[in-house]
């Protein structure tokens, strides 16, 4: 039913819209490279007194590469010293299929462990950091979960069909965004895109994957629909189990806008996923991971409202955003009653903007609020609240780019927190920049951390500093690019959970399984490498390496001077496509196949380094074929791949298997 519900949805935005001129005069253009918008919008409106039209479908690719990463607000990735990585849609196309973490191993820095398969608990880690010290946004509106343990977000609810963009920024950044962005700043873009776009994918364990995205645009506003169905048999998520645990998720997400005149706009999101995920458990008597009945139902949905004011020199959003997680857990062999259920909910309003003054001077400021709240069946209702602002004064005189910022905090339980950043990059050679930051971070205690039968409601955030010095050639949206970048982390104040086994007093009254405590230390440091190429548009490489080394610097404690768990020291992530020009028809190439290749070092499950984590090396391989012209620069193409070529079997958390070899293939089409 709900893949009927998907076409209806994408199709009633699918109508026919007259046709634009694209071309784009010096005036124009010059609006354009000058153009601010805000996380819900693409070029269209501009200071500069010509119009600027949306270039090229207008609403799927940014004319310049820029993100919201660093100052809340858009900037071009060159401007910044922070270490930026984006993903676009044409990449996402061309890697293929549902899974996100295909996508997300192309950054370096960024490792995963992942319990089974697509739709299993995914944890994202950048740098070394905790996967829950990622702050994450969908089209600007905050998705970490208030209900989970730590207050991360689980990316296998996150599948690439619906996605136009992802963001990605490596690095402390709380002086814009507050509590979270501990280890680093992901920013999602929906799909928003005119007429109708879509796929159809089917392969190995009975894995269908449906894609559909479709929008209208007119002088008033642009409306746009993007939906995606997932469902697959699946594996034992149990390495040593046999049954297999499938998943099926059903997403939709939708952003419009609307011109109230050449300055201002209303403009609104919404993203909706409901998903079933079979999963094994640890039943008795053994209490160890097998097979089991066991399933999880989760729902998330999140929206956002605004207003934005763009005009001369001083560009105001204001926004309203919520953002809703609710799982529940079954074991048919206890009875048909969830055994687990929980529901964190967020509310925030917040206000940012740009002011140019002068020259090349700008500031950039925000001011936010944010009310969070967990239920659980174990746990009634609780919630709490902070309240931030930040202002960041920054330059662009010629080659020279810099920013410096501070941000105050005040939180209902734990009183203030002071952030603290900056960041330059300077041309010192054509396309070729030094880049440096320096970034305060830190991460509010969760709700579970705080309430739950567990909490402990003295604890304070965990803090961290980090630093970025590199050299940056062009970036990856440029036929050529390389950069390599130095980095350190120091982190204090971490929460983890303390046993309480024969103690009776301070922190463990009440507590006599145990409690969370502020009582870790840790470092990372690394290099990250990162180089590609496009050779008269028929071959195409990237390569992206990391050397992440953790440190365990609890001091006293008996894993002082270990390595953090599920953090291998060497990352390597490789691609190459080559287009065979056999079909001459259109304006596009003919037969493409490229590869990809991930070597990941050996790791530790475990803090105390007991269990190991075996080194491996994933290669997949991948093909498509435009077939035929549907309408201007859109074609029906057919597309296939082998993932895992050589059935590696490997874990990256202790007991749960990853997909062996699976054949996929579909079709992708444009009108």
């Known amino acids: 039913m709900r893949k009927y519900l998907l076409l209806l949805s994408c199709a009633v935005v699918s109508l026919p819209v007259s046709a634009q001129d694209t071309s784009v005069s010096p005036e124009q253009q010059d609006a354009i490279d000058r153009i601010i918008y805000d996380p819900q919008r693409e070029p269209g409106v501009s200071d500069d007194p010509v119009s600027v039209e949306p270039i090229v479908g207008g609403f799927g690719v ?6 919201i990463t ?10 910044t010293g922070q270490p930026v990585t984006i993903i676009q849609r044409e990449e996402i196309e061309q890697v293929q299929g549902p899974d996100l973490t295909r996508l997300l191993r192309r ?20 740098r070394g950091a905790e996967a829950e010290q990622l702050l994450v946004l969908v089209d600007g509106v905050r998705v970490n979960d208030p209900s989970s343990p730590a207050g991360g977000f689980d990316f296998g609810n996150l599948l690439p069909g619906t996605i136009a963009q992802i963001d990605l920024l490596r690095g402390s950044n709380s002086t814009v965004w507050g509590s979270d962005a501990l280890g680093g700043v992901m920013a999602v873009r929906s799909r928003a895109e005119t007429g109708l776009d879509g796929s159809v994918e089917y392969g190995a364990r009975d894995t ?20 995606g169905y997932y469902s697959s048999d699946g594996f034992s998520a149990a390495a040593s189990g046999t049954e297999p645990d499938g998943f099926e998720q059903f997403a939709l997400s939708g952003r419009g806008r609307l011109y109230l005149s050449d300055t201002i706009e209303l403009f609104a999101s919404g993203r909706y996923a409901e998903g079933e995920l079979e999963i094994d458990g640890f039943p008795f008597p053994t209490f160890t991971l097998s097979d089991t009945a066991e399933f999880q139902e989760t729902t998330q949905y999140s929206a956002s409202v605004g207003i934005m004011r763009d005009a001369g020199p001083l560009f105001v959003q204001a926004a309203y955003s919520f953002a809703d997680t609710q799982r529940a857990n079954f074991d048919p062999a206890v009875g048909p009653a969830p055994g687990f259920t929980s529901d964190g909910h967020s509310d925030r309003i917040d206000v940012k903007g740009e002011w140019r003054p002068i020259g090349p001077v700008l500031v950039n400021f925000g001011a936010d609020a944010e009310w969070t709240s967990l239920e659980t069946n174990f746990t009634p209702r609780q919630n709490t609240r902070i309240i931030g602002g930040h202002v960041q004064l920054g330059i662009e005189f010629g080659g020279l780019s810099g920013h410096l910022g501070l941000r105050q905090d005040d939180h209902a339980r734990f009183g203030s927190a002071t952030s ?14 030094v880049k440096a930051s320096i970034g305060e971070g830190f991460k509010a205690p969760s709700l579970f951390q705080l309430f739950s039968d567990f909490g402990n409601d003295d604890l304070v955030p965990e803090k961290s ?28 104040d971490l929460i983890q959970f303390v046993s309480c086994f024969g103690v009776a007093g301070g922190i463990c009254t009440n507590r006599p399984f145990g409690t969370y405590d502020n009582v870790a230390q840790a470092r990372a440091q690394g290099i990250e ?9 028929v071959l195409q490489a990237r390569v992206a390496y990391a050397y992440i080394d953790t440190e365990d610097r609890s001091a006293g404690a008996a894993t002082q001077g270990n390595r953090l768990a599920r953090r291998p020291r060497h990352a390597f992530t490789g691609s190459l496509d080559w287009t065979v020009g056999i079909l001459d028809r259109w304006d596009t190439t003919g037969l493409s196949v490229g590869a990809d290749i991930r070597i990941v070092s050996s790791a530790f499950d475990d803090a105390f380094n007991a269990t190991r984590l075996d080194n491996y090396l994933v290669f997949d391989l991948r093909a498509e074929l435009p077939v035929a012209e549907l309408a201007d620069d859109k074609h029906l193409v057919l597309f296939g791949r082998v993932e895992n070529l050589f059935d590696e079997q ?15 293939g579909g079709v992708r089409f444009g009108f």
């Open 70 to 79: 660093v100052t809340g607000t858009p900037i071009e990735v060159e401007d």
């Open 62 to 67: 940014p004319v310049q590469v820029v993100t």
């Open 465 to 492: 500093t980090s630093f970025d010095l590199g050299l940056a050639w062009k970036d990856r949206s440029a036929p050529a690019y390389a950069s390599a970048t130095l980095y350190r982390r120091d982190s204090e």
């Open 420 to 433: 603290f950043g900056a960041d330059i990059s300077y041309e010192i050679a054509t396309d070729l920049r």
């Open 107 to 126: 950054a370096p820095g960024v490792t995963i462990s992942r319990n089974g398969g697509v739709g299993g608990f995914t944890g994202v880690r950048v």
């Open 529 to 537: 490498l990162e180089a590609g190429v496009t050779l008269a548009d």
């Open 650 to 664: 490997y874990q990256t958390a202790a007991g749960y298997g990853q997909a062996g070899r699976g054949v996929f």
């Open 208 to 227: 269908l994957s449906v894609t559909l995205a479709g929008g209208v645009e007119g002088d008033t506003g642009f409306l746009g629909l993007a939906g």
